[in-house]
């Protein structure tokens, strides 16, 4: 059922709202009066996120199995075609409705199930959180350090401080909930371009070796080098599913939102990526504040050092809003305060960071793989569910509506073809791609492991769906 957001003022009687909570602070749906970022505000703040120091990373990756030239190719079809992926699956929903990611999750899930999700995403969140701001209490120790502020010695406790730092920064931002994540993105943007301009550096001064590079993890299969690419590419985007919720929905209209969403998002990841690229195959270094300095000397170290730690702390900022919304669908903290939800999204993030940043950026890789493990099925199911299965319908009351009586309550509260269906494409990834070892197996090197997942979960979905749930007369299906 479509109801029109004019009539949604009723739609949570039975979701305990608290009236007094900000409309963008709440995982409500917004009305069209309280969506207010347009074309532009949309495309910054989603370039500002997208564009961080797990861009090095992921170009790191790239380049130990490609070329320059080949990396930057099949990293941005990969990208373009991980970006397709999740705005199918999330965008449509969100946008029409003015919800986060985990409500597009509900009609598939269930009114119970949905928890499973919303795990997913609060992990995937602090994950990436932890590594942004543990990249930037390194680059703002490395900072000082050039600057001889302080001495070598010191720099072991000041990054724990720099993190708490950091933290006590996007707490701060945030406390004026979207617009934090606004402010933030149109003074951050900037970023992008000094990224574009560490690139030129790099291409301009050192084009020869980086022309004759050889990747050093390199397969003498070439298909498997390239697939390999796209595979990262698929990955690193299927990755902002949990973001992407969360900020679309600030945007009137789809016509606002189709152009920054492909171009904001899926864009700056393999143009900045190219920087990881680049750095790995020269320097072996994908982290330009590491290789800046040698190649342009002490002020662009310190340049590039104040670049890197201004793109982390951005990103931060919009993955922790994201996941305070998130969190708002349970019901033990519909109502809690901003900034004790602000709080307790930050504070897993803290830990880590203090307690065991090196650990947890010594399996960067895994935990990059395992993202696509997670959301590739999930984005199947969406896409499968959303324009086979209910022909573009959802009934928004439904979303908030967690009795028995919910029209998404299948079996108390979980969708058996959902989970199903996520076994199984969690099966068929592992299957093609060991996300521990990156070794591959069957016809990986054609498909990828994402793509195959994506494919798999659907089809379960639907079958499981046709034959079990719509026979019952669960789900709301019409």
Request: net charge positive; glycine share 10%; proline share 5%.
């Amino acid at each position: 059922m479509n109801e029109p957001l004019s009539t949604l003022s009723d739609a949570t009687a039975g979701a305990g709202s608290d009236s007094s909570i900000e409309a963008d602070k709440s995982a409500l749906p917004l009305l069209r009066h309280e969506r207010t970022w347009g074309s532009w505000k949309l495309g910054i703040s989603l370039a500002t996120a997208a564009a961080a120091t797990w861009c090095y990373l992921i170009g790191g990756y790239v380049g130990a199995y490609l070329p320059f030239t080949q990396g930057a190719i099949s990293l941005s079809a990969g990208c373009m075609i991980g970006m397709l992926l999740v705005a199918l699956a999330v965008v449509p929903v969100c946008m029409r409705y003015g919800v986060d990611s985990i409500a597009s999750a509900k009609p598939q899930f269930g009114n119970r199930g949905w928890i499973l999700v919303s795990a997913m995403q609060f992990i995937s969140i602090v994950g990436w959180n932890s590594l942004l701001l543990i990249f930037f209490a390194k680059s703002t120790t490395q900072l000082l350090l050039a600057l001889g502020w302080i001495a070598d010695g010191n720099s072991a406790l000041l990054v724990p401080l720099t993190i708490l730092l950091a933290c006590s920064l996007v707490f701060c931002f945030l406390l004026k909930g979207s617009s934090g994540v606004d402010k933030v993105a149109r003074i951050l943007v900037v970023h992008v371009l000094v990224g574009f301009w560490v690139l030129y550096i790099i291409v301009s001064q050192r084009w020869d070796e980086l022309a004759t590079a050889t990747p050093a993890a390199a397969s003498p299969d070439k298909l498997w080098n390239y697939t390999t690419g796209v595979e990262i590419g698929i990955a690193s985007l299927l990755s902002w599913w949990p973001y992407i919720g969360a900020m679309v929905r600030m945007a009137p209209k789809g016509r606002t939102a189709a152009l920054p969403i492909m171009l904001g998002m899926s864009a700056p990841v393999p143009a900045l990526s190219l920087i990881g690229i680049a750095g790995v195959l020269v320097l072996q270094v994908s982290d330009p504040s590491e290789w800046l300095r040698t190649i342009g000397g002490p002020a662009y170290g310190i340049i590039a050092l104040l670049f890197v730690a201004a793109a982390n702390l951005g990103t931060a900022v919009a993955g922790v809003y994201a996941s305070a919304i998130g969190l708002r669908h349970f019901k033990a903290l519909e109502n809690l305060s901003w900034p004790a939800l602000l709080l307790i999204t930050i504070l897993p993030v803290a830990a880590v960071g203090l307690f065991i940043p090196e650990l947890f950026f010594a399996h960067f890789g895994t935990f990059l793989a395992f993202i696509g493990v997670g959301f590739a099925p999930l984005c199947g199911i969406q896409i499968a569910d959303y324009y086979l299965l209910r022909q573009r319908r959802v009934g928004v009351r439904a979303l908030f509506d967690n009795s028995a009586n919910s029209p998404y309550r299948f079996w108390a509260g979980y969708n058996p073809a959902a989970l199903l269906a996520m076994v199984a494409g969690c099966a068929t990834y592992v299957g093609l791609l060991d996300p521990l070892t990156y070794e591959s197996h069957g016809p990986y090197a054609f498909t990828t492991a994402s793509l195959p997942s994506v494919l798999i979960a659907a089809l379960v979905y639907c079958i499981v769906t046709r034959l079990w749930v719509i026979p019952a007369g669960k789900g709301d299906y019409r």
